[in-house]
């Protein structure tokens, strides 16, 4: 499994290299959840959690639905696996984004213990695991997340592109 180093010398990323067929397949699910949400007005982002190999929660935006600012997709689905486990620490599970999480969502994933996190497509404007921001890599934080990003990338900022341009 190779790695890089980041801003910080830190090993974070896994290499998109080593991933399997399951990243893809979850990342699928994923896009399904940012799709469902871009049919309700929502921004189209989509998250998954998996938990040895089985979805635990899936979710999509829902800021406007809920009128809440927090309610991004990852916030969704972190809500509802911790509900799910019984516990507000994940641990061992993988969050699957279909864009890079903001800053709000990589610090929830360090509260929530997650171990893995696998997006795909960069967020030039707000990401916060490496277009904006390190949030996930700061060298003070007692908890590491493993990256693998770009993971059916192009399929994620098409989905953006296209909620967009409608909107223009």
């Known amino acids: 499994m190779a790695a890089v180093l980041t801003a910080f010398g830190i090993l974070r990323f896994v290499a998109n290299t080593d991933t399997t067929s399951d990243d893809r397949a979850f990342m699928q699910l994923a896009l399904s959840e940012a799709a469902e949400a871009s049919r309700h007005g929502e921004v189209p982002i989509g998250a998954v959690i998996v938990a040895d190999g089985k979805v635990i929660a899936a979710a999509g935006n829902r800021t406007i639905a809920d009128c809440d600012p927090t309610a991004h997709a990852e916030m969704v689905a972190l809500r509802a696996a911790a509900k799910e486990i019984g516990n507000h620490r994940l641990g061992p599970v993988t969050l699957y984004v279909t864009i890079e999480p903001c800053a709000m969502c990589a610090g929830a994933m360090i509260q929530a213990r997650i171990s893995r996190l696998v997006y795909g ?28 990003p770009g993971i059916l990338a192009d399929e994620s900022a098409a989905l953006l592109r296209e909620f967009f341009g409608a909107k223009r």
């Open 121 to 148: 497509a960069d967020d030039p404007k707000g990401g916060a695991v490496t277009s904006c921001f390190s949030v996930l890599d700061h060298p003070r934080l007692n908890h590491r997340v493993d990256v693998t």
